[in-house]
Structure formats: C-alpha cells, structure tokens
C-alpha cells in the first residue's frame, strides 16, 4: 500500500515526500474502480504545515488515502490533523482502454464507474514495466499571490506530469508549463515541437 505520510520535519523533506508519492502513484499504482483501472498522468500537490506553510491548500479533516471531491476537482488526500493538510489534486489519467480523461471530466468519470450498492474503489499496487516519465512544472493556476509567502509557492514545481507527447496535446497554457518546469531545452524541443523564444 502507497505510504502518504508527509515528513513534515524541514522544508525539502515535504517537497521529498512530494517526489516520492508522485514516483509511486505514476509508476507503481493505479486507480481502480468496480472494474475499470487508471493510471496516473498529471498531479499537482498542495500541503499545508507549519515548516512548509502553502496557503493554496485547501482545509480538511480527511484521512490519508481517501478521494475527495472538491470545488476545484478531485483529490487524493495527504492527510489532515490541526496544524497540517493537504491533496494530491488529479489533473490527468489514462483509463485501461487508454482513453484520456483532463481534470474537467475526472469527477464524472470517476462517478459515472459507481452503481447502486457496494462499489470498490482501490488504489493498486502494478507490477507494469512501462514506466512513466514525467517532469515537473508550476502549478497550473494558484491565485492571486498576494503575501510574499503565498508568491513564493505560486512558483514551486509541484505540478508532475506524464512526459507523453499525445498526453500534452490536452494541456493548456502549453509553452508556460514547459517554460516553467525542469525539462532540458532538447526535452521541450521534443514535447512541443519546437523551441520556445529565449527573453
């Protein structure tokens, strides 16, 4: 079973623990419900804790582990006591029929595979040798700034998404997510197609 534990003991160790489930959840889980099964493509992660203060998460008293619908789409939940929050928000997954599905249509998906009576909703562990490579970027849309502190995260790379060339065709603001993430110039030349303008 994925360990969703945050180690909240300094700054880089949370943004360790970010790299480690999105690790897990791309390459080694999948998603499933009653008898449809998803992989991961595109993950952005919110948490908020006194050494790692990200006042873009959203509030909860959810257990790890648990989906929960929101206004901004779905999360997985990284777990909630009085000082620390936060979610995997899902941007992205790829159906076993490799349907794709962005965040706009993940919740009806999701709750278009539920029936009257018992359902089973599981995450997966997969032994499956296709690895997905991914890459990380801002998150998509955080906000206003506002305070120094709330700048300062509207920029962290938190934003991990599947590098697949038929994956980025659904992705917006296509050159400000490469221009903002941690792809080499040759591995944005190859997702987009060309290269983006130096300033």
Do not use: W
């Amino acid at each position: 079973m994925i360990n969703f534990e945050i180690d909240t003991s300094s700054f880089p160790l949370v943004e360790a623990s970010f790299d480690r489930i999105a690790t897990e959840l791309m390459n080694h889980c999948q998603l499933t419900l009653n008898d449809r099964g998803y992989r991961f493509l595109d993950l952005e992660f919110y948490y908020h804790c006194p050494l790692h203060p990200d006042t873009f998460s959203n509030k909860h008293q959810e257990v790890a582990g648990k989906l929960r619908a929101h206004d901004y789409g779905v999360d997985i939940s990284l777990g909630a006591d009085n000082e620390c929050f936060g979610g995997v928000l899902l941007k992205g997954l790829i159906r076993s029929d490799s349907k794709v599905f962005s965040k706009p249509q993940i919740l009806k998906e999701l709750f278009n595979c539920l029936h009257v009576g018992t359902n089973i909703i599981e995450l997966k562990q997969i032994t499956d040798s296709n690895e997905i490579r991914y890459f990380k970027t801002i998150r998509e849309f955080t906000g206003t700034p506002g305070t120094e502190d709330r700048k300062s995260f509207s920029t962290k790379k938190y934003r991990y998404i599947a590098n697949s060339k038929e994956y980025f065709k659904s992705v917006k603001r296509k050159e400000y997510t490469i221009k903002h993430s941690n792809l080499s110039l040759e591995e944005q030349r190859a997702l987009l197609g060309y290269s983006l303008r130096l300033e």
